[in-house]
């Protein structure tokens, strides 16, 4: 891409938009508050970064506390072996030929990596895969009410669990939930029977794997849980301010961008479409949040263009060639769309990270 | 990236997930249709590369008897500037001295490079960036109903072509509009009205850019128009589909998925999230069409996983580790989320390209 990166020491308001960047001071508070919270309770720390995508980041994430890392594929993961990182769990059902033989060259290679099964089908392709020299720790994964992947109930996963067990190759870790919001009860619930029916038949169940953003803070109502995994919290959002994870004081990313469009009194355009700050809702009826501008509502993106409804705004709107700071639904998905991410400290360029693992779906 | 990209002579069954692929002959077939269309109707034909991003599609297009290309941002005319391209019209208001600066620049290098502008303070920054030896030429962008940038009325339009024309380092080459859809008929009545404008005051309107995949077939019903821009087409997509543009036969991209879990009867998940599919609606309720899988409807969308409700679902649908070809919505956001494109001819993989314009947004 052939964007005019900012040095280091230029201020923001002379950068080309559109243009993510992160507050220094906001995100090291993130990730040192996070960590406090989990030692404090005595619960392991897994970052995963899905959010930012850069080992700078992820580096600043182990240095506070974290035990590892969480990656969702297994390029990310390469990704982050090539850049050192020796624990890494991907939370994925890891499928087919080729993945699989990029999975093995993996273990090679990364101190401590593990996966995920949540059916037959995805252990029976690990178990054929790896050996007993050195087996891979599989978790099962369990929905306790995220209605995405896993398990449906305590039975499922204990018999999983066996399954695991009984492959040469391959050593039953624990489980792991990505769980809905606000299920801390279904979680433990789920969590403490499956141990029971593990016990039964004599089987340990090491790891006890949480996860999510917006429940952080709650992480301690899961007693059982031995481990968070969490991964927005490091930038924050507006999706985050709305579950009362944290305040706007804490939004560590916002989108630079440049009005240039006022077409008409109650419309201006800005030039952050959907490939700067994707249309991911979220839930709300709008595309981000203007800082500043209460009532103005980004009403639809193209690709390139933002529609901003100004009919709601009382305040006098920025002109044409002027620059508004949004805040974005999900901070997650802007990483993917920007091959380089610029930190900021009080408005001032600190440095520019390579997005290290952008597009890394397969 | 690190994706384990294909070779030419892969069938597509052995390429790994998640995968945009382009049917070779649907894409030639579009290109032909379209531009026999407008070679019938004696109209200039610009396609928007936005759509694929990727010089060679591009040379395709001029092959056919495109007169030019159109981008959107400075930084993707700039990728086709390198890439030997020397009729680039940029549909954008530019503003900002970094971006000026790179106008010129590229103004150096391009025979034929147009912009647009829609207000005097855009006409101002290209009036002081150009200068009368090689004079830069300006479309005025006119909202005829499409509710994003542009003047407002023919009158405003007629101003704004003098100011053009008064500028020494500007040359006012006519006027240009993105339509609503099923708009033609307000296109034609702001053309011939600003026309008539300008021609009381002894000024010419050599081009008249009209736009749009939907309506391309309809570009005839606005006969004052000398040239159409449309990208979508290319590729086709769902919702030129429910436009009526195009038939399923029509359709040049799929994006292949792999079922990776059956957590419940009715639920399977595949590995194509927002990071293949983005997250656009484009009034849809669903994220794409599984083709040959009615009634499976991709309800949800996380980075790496799409939840396929199979409630409604008559057909047994593929079991975990098969494959799956989705429709997407809307095929230019998924260009832009990839650093490569795969072709294929009767499903054997015939050449990837690399998508050269990704990412340029500035």
Partial sequence: MNYPWPEAGTPLDQV?????VI????????IAKAQAYFNQHGKAFRPHIKTHKIAAVARQQLAAGAVGINCQKVSEAEVFADAGFEDILITYNILGAAKLKRLRELHERVARLSVVADSEAVVQGLAATFDPAKPLAVLVECDTGGKRCGVQTPEAAAILAQKIAAAPGLRFAGILTYPAIGGAAAVETFIVRTMELLAAKGMDCPIRSNGGSP???????????????AGTYVYNDRSMVRSGHCTTDDLAMHILATVVSKPAPDRAILDAGSKALTSDLLGFSDYGMIEGF?????????????????????????????MVKIVPNHTCVVSNLFDRMVFHRNGIVTRVEIVDARGTVW
């Fill in 16 to 20: 080309v938009t559109p243009m993510p």
């Fill in 23 to 30: 507050d220094e001071d906001r995100l090291a508070a993130n």
């Fill in 215 to 229: 429940d952080l803070f709650s992480a301690h109502l899961v007693p059982s849980a031995t481990e968070h995994r």
């Fill in 294 to 322: 209460e009532g103005a509502r980004i009403v639809s993106l193209s690709e390139e263009h933002a529609t901003v409804d100004l009919k709601d705004c009382r305040i006098a709107f920025p002109d044409v060639g002027q």
